[in-house]
């Protein structure tokens, strides 16, 4: 697997939200991957849990409904392939979803 310095990732996740930063009026949930680099990428990229408590769990659980588009998003692939996103994911009890199964809360992508 390519190992990506910090600087790339933050890089290439920037290019990425503003391509698809979304916000559902509605339920004022703003989709900003963006927000899980601080708190998360330590424990992504270090395989380890976080506390259930931490920063990045909340700010996963506050991205929920987010994920969707997430992993439907083509570009995101790299990311969400890397080992310690399922380590994140267990760690703060939060699903990752099938993107063949899930539903978009969104009406554009």
Request: aromatic share 8%.
């Amino acid at each position: 697997m390519m190992k990506m310095s910090y600087a790339s990732l933050v890089a290439t996740m920037l290019a990425m939200t503003i391509l698809m930063v979304q916000v559902n009026v509605g339920m004022a949930i703003e989709c900003n991957p963006m927000k899980l680099v601080p708190p998360c990428y330590s424990f992504i990229t270090g395989n380890t849990p976080p506390p259930p408590d931490s920063e990045c769990c909340n700010v996963l659980h506050d991205q929920n409904k987010c994920l969707c588009g997430y992993v439907r998003n083509q570009l995101y692939q790299p990311f969400l392939s890397m080992p310690g996103i399922k380590t994140v994911a267990q760690a703060c009890s939060i699903k990752i979803p099938d993107p063949k199964t899930c539903i978009l809360w969104f009406s554009r992508w």
